[in-house]
């Protein structure tokens, strides 16, 4: 993933010292948070995988064997993308241009197409609830929400009105019809096994965003969805995620893509969470299987540190993973699968003990 690193000291520092949010966020308080949450990066121009019930499967519930019966696995899932061709980025610095209308209406036709992404991923949690006994917890959908960009003139309209990005209200009303025409998109699909859970902001920090987001997580709120960020490691703003408006933050280590970074990054990430009382992000791309660079140890660092500091006991875990590396390691080499098996044993029992089915 091409994440946003840091901006210039003076931008951070004008930022600190402007950003005065006033909102309190509301948590929906009448269901379980989703444990652990997949990232999955679908609908741009330049995506190959083909997300279809066999692919999801891998992410919905162990294999069934005559040894053992299927278990759950992910029981949150992320979609979101941050490019819809070369042109034109879902957020600021992706691409030289911001989406339109045209474009995060079509992200979500890509997502609900018949027999792929979403409807897909409904399907394959359906199959699996066939071969796992108990209470059914439901499988939770969380869609990303894009950035309208500051002074972006070309998104579009809103009720026969051109929308001028340059304003904050017109910001504010992109997103806003955004989230009543997913509602709607979601409503209409008639999904048998998933449940809209919320909107995820995927700008990663709030410098160029504070001015709006609050009265956006207003608006999500209105509607009984939460909130969800993922701020990058240094994102400004990010101790003071639910001031905000948000509902839920991961912060992520930004550990796994530099190896020059080394893993006390993952230590001190868990610290400032901890004590912002933060989730955490897990982090991984195909870069971890032996053909592409074998990085199987900076994957090991998180866990074991997550492991030591008891975060598969307490936290709540977002996994970035690429694409679908997750599924890669299952169908990989022998060292490839026991990392996945490692990854399944880590979730299966946390999801056990999250939905009191142990």
Known sequence: MMRIFPVSIFAAFVAAILLLPSCNNTPNSERKNIRDMVLIYNGGKHRTVKWDKEHFSTYVATDATAEKSAEWLFDGFLFLEISYDRQRGFAKNYRDKGCRKVEWIDLID????????????????????????????????????????????????????????????????????????????????????????????????????????????????????????IPYNRGVGRERWAQWGFDHAYLQPNHFFHLDVPDSRIQDTYDFAAAANMSVEMEFDDRVLESKGDRRDRLKAYIDIYEKNGVFDNLDVAYYQEVDTFYKLKYGTENERALFDRLVKLITARQKKHYNQE
């Open 110 to 229: 890509q997502w609900l197409t018949p027999g792929l992404n979403i409807m897909a991923l409904d399907d394959a949690i359906g199959d699996a609830r066939k071969n796992i006994g108990g209470e059914y917890h439901p499988r939770r959908l969380v869609i990303s929400l894009p950035e309208p960009l500051f002074a972006q003139t070309d998104w579009g309209e809103v009720e026969g009105k051109a929308l001028d990005f340059y304003y904050d209200k017109d910001r504010i009303a992109a997103s806003k019809w955004y989230v009543d025409y997913i509602i709607e998109r979601i409503e209409q699909a008639k999904l048998q096994n998933l449940e809209l859970d919320g909107f995820y902001w995927l700008a990663e920090h709030v410098i160029d965003t504070h001015s709006i987001v609050n009265e956006v997580a207003d608006y999500v709120h209105s509607k009984g969805m939460d909130f969800y960020w």
